[in-house]
């Protein structure tokens, strides 16, 4: 039995619209109904029918579930609940965002004929930032550093409030530094293969920096409005990360200050030692650049651009790959890519025996 609009789950949520779904999993638009009539919305995640007997992806769930339950920040999508229904199944409820996400941001402005304002893009990348550090900086209860790689980090994950608020979301790949056992098998490389950092391509472990250089991708992306890494195939995608060759900023957006390229060239470095120590750090060095800049209030202005941007993508949230309105507050695992390393050498997508 699939599920269906006007199911409750967990005996307060009812599913109302089916607004995201991948190869694993599926994303609804729900509300929680309470007492005296209170009623809230929120988000459910669940992973399809066929994956359920899957051991290894209902410990990746149930992974994101205690990982997003752990991280409490204003920049990050929270994790509210995690049910089962009489089936056995399982869904992790969230935060419900009423917006859109980067990628539908920056296309709006593409529509236009435009690209979207360098202001804006950096305030965004300011707020991700401080999502991105609140899970690197996690700590244990006893105090010690149990830090969160995200290994996701992407346009479609950074959410945008109808209020100016931005949102990382999609811990679904995120890497625990305080579990001692791997849910991805050795050897394995997870994420979206366009924002992976040359270490990664070369089989090198998720970290900070990796993160970081993800980051460079998406700021970089979101500005020039076209892909910093593309090919006609993953294999090729593959061999210019793995080369690093970035190309000028300046030339495809001649108004940003020369300070903000040079940010993000420190953040897109090929190599991971070169790039920022820390989210926060690289935070401090945009909001420097937005502050003697900018003579205008990009946070305020952000919420009014949301607006806009809602306006000329036809006055709808859009989902990213149904076409019901809305938008998954946290995407489906199944969007990464996995690539095995081996001695032998690396496994692509299309790589001949």
């Given amino acids: 039995m699939s599920e269906r609009g006007g199911q409750v789950i967990g005996g307060k ?21 309470g007492a005296a009539g209170f009623t809230r919305p929120v988000a459910v995640k669940k992973i399809k029918h066929e994956f359920r007997a899957s051991d290894r992806y209902i410990r990746m769930f149930v992974e994101e579930a ?48 435009d690209k979207a304002p360098w202001s804006l893009v950096v305030a965004i990348g300011i707020g991700a930032l401080r999502g991105l550090a609140a899970a690197h900086e996690r700590r244990r209860d006893d105090g010690n550093p149990a830090p969160v790689i995200h290994r996701d980090v992407s346009p479609h994950n950074i959410l945008l409030a109808g209020n100016g608020i931005v949102k990382l979301s999609d811990f679904g790949l995120a890497r625990a530094r305080d579990r001692m056992d791997s849910l ?6 997870k994420g979206k293969i366009s924002y992976w950092a040359p270490e990664i391509a070369g089989g090198g472990e998720a970290s900070v920096a990796s993160d970081l250089f ?75 650049v937005l502050k003697k800049s900018s003579t205008s209030d990009a946070h305020n202005a952000l919420s009014e651009e949301i607006l806009r941007a809602r306006h000329r993508l036809g006055g709808r949230f859009l989902p990213r790959k149904t076409p019901a309105g809305g938008i998954p507050v946290v995407a489906s695992a199944d969007d990464s890519i996995d690539i095995q390393f081996s001695e032998a050498g690396t496994n692509l997508p299309g790589d001949k025996d």
Avoid at 184 to 189: E, N, S, Y
């Fill in 66 to 113: 205690r990982v997003g339950s752990e991280l409490a920040h204003p920049n990050i999508v929270q994790v509210l609940d995690f049910c089962t229904d009489d089936r056995g199944s399982y869904y992790l409820v969230m935060e419900w965002v009423e917006g859109l996400d980067l990628a539908a941001f920056v296309n709006s402005f593409a529509r236009a004929g």
């Fill in 214 to 288: 993800a980051m460079g991708v998406v700021l970089w992306e979101s500005l020039a409005a076209e892909r910093l890494f593309d090919g006609a195939t993953d294999v090729e995608v593959f061999r210019k990360i793995y080369a690093c060759d970035i190309k000028p900023l300046n030339t495809r957006r001649p108004d940003i200050p020369p300070r903000l390229s040079a940010v993000l060239y420190e953040a897109l470095d090929a190599k991971p030692e070169n790039r920022f120590a820390t989210a926060r750090d690289m935070a401090s060095q945009l909001a420097d």
């Fill in 184 to 189: 991805t098998a050795p050897g394995t490389v």
């Fill in 13 to 33: 949520y009812e599913l109302l619209e089916k607004i995201g779904e991948g190869g694993m999993a599926v994303v609804w638009r729900a509300v929680m109904r």
